[in-house]
T-cell receptor
Framework: DAKTTQPTSMDCAEGRAANLPCNHS???????VYWYRQIHSQGPQYIIH???NNETNEMASLIITEDRKSSTLILPHATLRDTAVYYC????????????FGKGITLSVRP | DAGITQSPRHKVTETGTPVTLRCHQT?????MYWYRQDPGHGLRLIHY???????DKGEVSDGYSVSRSKTEDFLLTLESATSSQTSVYFC???????????FGPGTRLTVL
């Protein structure tokens, strides 16, 4: 069962904000929203995660709706190096908690 | 950068030969994981470890064994490699209060 739904692909212009949506309508109260990305041939890279409040770090911002059924990852100033597959994952905290990568969304940043 | 290295980064081997992949972390994180990534399957957990000599199976553990004799090293062994084990292998560690997983650079294994 897919816990998250993401568009297959999107693109944006270099320097502009990239807004990547994710639906997780069946999320449980103790599940976090995680975002990872994978640049071709590299290991998955952790970006950000949150429970219900919006979060920001040096890479991105995570906006979670009040009902927690969807979220948006925002890359404020996309660069060509941000071209990658982005994965939205929901999971409970805990080292034994499964991390399940779906198909993700392919973001292409164009010059 | 979570201080994870994997070796070798690339390996080509023949069916039936033993292969060992190494994951090394520079900090004393308790949990370490081995995943494989294949087209159409995403990342799948092979084995994980929750301490020295403490390991458990993941969803695709058949044909693989692991060992952890030191906190910093987690070894994945293919006792007798098969072509179906051709894949990219990633090691990960978990850090922090929510056990966020961080991944290594990967090992590309080809079994001929």
């Amino acid at each position: 069962d897919a816990k998250t739904t993401q568009p297959t692909s999107m693109d944006c212009a270099e320097g502009r904000a990239a807004n990547l949506p994710c639906n997780h309508s069946t999320i449980s109260g103790n599940e976090y929203v995680y975002w990872y990305r994978q640049i071709h041939s590299q290991g998955p890279q952790y970006i950000i995660h949150g429970l219900k409040n919006n979060e920001t770090n040096e890479m991105a911002s995570l906006i979670i709706t009040e009902d927690r059924k969807s979220s948006t990852l925002i890359l404020p100033h996309a660069t060509l190096r941000d071209t990658a597959v982005y994965y939205c994952i929901v999971r409970v905290a805990g080292a034994n908690s499964k991390l399940t990568f779906g198909k993700g969304i392919t973001l292409s940043v164009r010059p | 950068d979570a201080g994870i290295t994997q070796s070798p980064r690339h390996k080509v081997t023949e069916t039936g030969t033993p292969v060992t992949l190494r994951c090394h972390q520079t900090e004393n994180h308790r949990y370490m994981y081995w995943y494989r990534q294949d087209p159409g399957h995403g990342l799948r957990l092979i084995h994980y470890s929750y301490g020295v000599k403490d390991t458990d199976k993941g969803e695709v553990s058949d044909g693989y064994s692991v060992s952890r004799s030191k906190t910093e090293d987690f070894l994945l062994t293919l006792e007798s490699a098969t072509s179906s084990q051709t894949s990219v292998y990633f090691c990960a560690i978990s850090i922090g209060s929510t056990d966020t997983q961080y991944f290594g650079p990967g090992t590309r294994l080809t079994v001929l």
